[in-house]
């Protein structure tokens, strides 16, 4: 398993992202007065720059919008390859850079049907996908 | 244990670093939309490569063939190590002057025609990252200065990977989107003496990454005539694009130069 960076947040914002993944949450932050749901997290929406927002939770279903193969080590922390890192289109809209596991090199798509699921690592919890089916 | 803090950690606790990543992404997208392959990007690293063999200056100068592209390392998929720009040393300087200290030097002053630029807050929304058909900055910069892409004569897209120069090429107008390898072809478009020279000192990719600033030190040699057996004939008017970032920010930047006796 790779040495996962721990997180270090430094708002409130921030620091909710983590426990809502801690608790098996993906939520993610829902302007009130556009409705643009952001990620990451922060204090103002990037659209309307609207102070207002609430969390909402997600219903952890997405695809792959694209994604690459690192197939030799570029890091100590991340020395075990081929490992994937994925761009996840969320099925409420915005998109994540996350990671597909269980998942051979060769075996995934655009367009792949994936599912939120939450990995402990040491300190805080990492939200991961695994493919659908 | 490292901590970070910022954007960046959404990106680490992931594996997602460097720019090639963002590249990678990129291309998988637009192979997956346009049915493209990675053959184009081979082509353009063979053509830097040919041009870094015409410039003493070059950091890399052997012979390189599209086989030794394509054996070239798996890196990250579907990236291979000669698609991307190396780190070395170096050193360019340029001059910038008023209007009426450069006239006043013994050299042709090159002027600055136009600028543009944006930044967009790009991943969260899905959209296309290093590609976009839509190019805010091109629009600006073409704009600004009154002329179009048909006028540019040689073209230095700033290029950390292969990805990056044939983006450029979409993204300010040279050929349609998703049209990038179609308009490479074998390469004899983007040489020396094609239709519009690319990165004529071998870029970042085989001339050596100073972050744009050879790409500078070569498009004024080139609208000065300087540059002898890799000399774009007369080049008038020449375009420099850069882009970057990663993760929850892109921004790109372009400008455009010509020489200080021409006029649109």
């Known amino acids: ?51 207002e927002f609430a969390w909402q939770a997600m219903s952890g279903q997405g695809r792959v919008l694209s994604f690459v193969w690192y197939l030799k080590s570029l890091d ?9 890192v994925a761009l996840v289109e969320l099925a409420e809209g915005p998109a994540l850079i996350t990671n597909v596991i269980d998942c051979a090199f060769g075996d995934l798509q ?6 939120a699921c939450y990995a402990r690592e040491k300190g805080f919890t990492a939200l991961l996908f695994r493919k659908v089916g | 244990m490292v901590e970070l803090s910022g954007a960046q950690e959404y990106d680490l606790v992931h594996g997602f670093f460097n720019a090639a ?63 991307v720009c190396k780190v070395n040393g170096g050193a360019a300087a340029i001059l910038l002057a008023s209007p009426e ?25 899905g959209v296309q990252m290093s590609f976009s ?12 200065a009154g002329i179009g892409p048909p ?43 094609g239709e519009l020279p690319v990165n004529t000192h071998g870029g970042h990719l085989s001339g050596g990454y100073l972050i744009g600033l050879t790409h500078h030190v070569e498009l004024v040699r080139q609208l000065r005539g300087e540059c002898g057996p890799r000399q774009v004939r007369d080049a008038k008017v020449a375009l ?15 400008t455009l130069f010509a020489r200080g006796d021409w006029h649109a």
Not at chain 1, 76 to 84: I, L, T
Not at chain 1, 110 to 115: I, S, T
Not at chain 2, 38 to 44: D, H, M, S
């Open chain 1, 1 to 51: 398993m790779p040495e996962r960076t721990r997180p270090n947040p430094k708002s409130p914002h921030e620091q909710a992202w983590w426990d809502h993944l801690a608790a098996d949450r993906l939520s993610l932050q829902r302007c009130s007065a556009c409705g643009f749901v952001r990620h990451p997290p922060g204090p103002v929406c990037p659209e309307c720059w609207s102070e």
């Open chain 1, 76 to 84: 100590r922390r991340f020395q075990e390859v081929p490992y994937n």
């Open chain 1, 110 to 115: 655009v367009g792949d049907a994936v599912r």
């Open chain 2, 21 to 83: 990543a963002v590249h990678g992404l990129s291309w998988v997208e637009h192979m997956h939309r346009h049915g493209t392959s990675t053959e184009v990007l081979g082509r353009i690293a063979v053509q830097s490569r040919r041009h870094a063999q015409a410039n003493p200056d070059a950091a890399f100068r052997e012979p390189m063939t599209l086989g030794d592209w394509r054996d070239s390392a798996p890196l990250i998929w579907p990236l291979r190590e000669l698609d």
């Open chain 2, 101 to 125: 200290a450069a006239r006043a030097c013994s050299k042709l002053p090159i002027d600055f025609l136009a600028v543009g630029r944006e930044a967009t807050h790009a991943l969260e929304r």
């Open chain 2, 133 to 144: 058909p839509r190019r805010r900055a091109a629009k600006m910069l073409y704009e600004a």
């Open chain 2, 151 to 193: 006028q540019v004569d040689v073209f230095f897209p700033y290029e950390a990977s292969t990805v990056a120069a044939a983006a450029a090429l979409e993204n300010y107008g040279f050929c349609a989107p998703g049209e990038c390898e179609r308009f490479v072809g074998d390469g004899s478009r983007i040489a020396i003496d």
């Open chain 2, 240 to 254: 420099y694009a850069s882009g970057g970032g990663i993760r929850a920010q892109f921004y790109h930047a372009a």
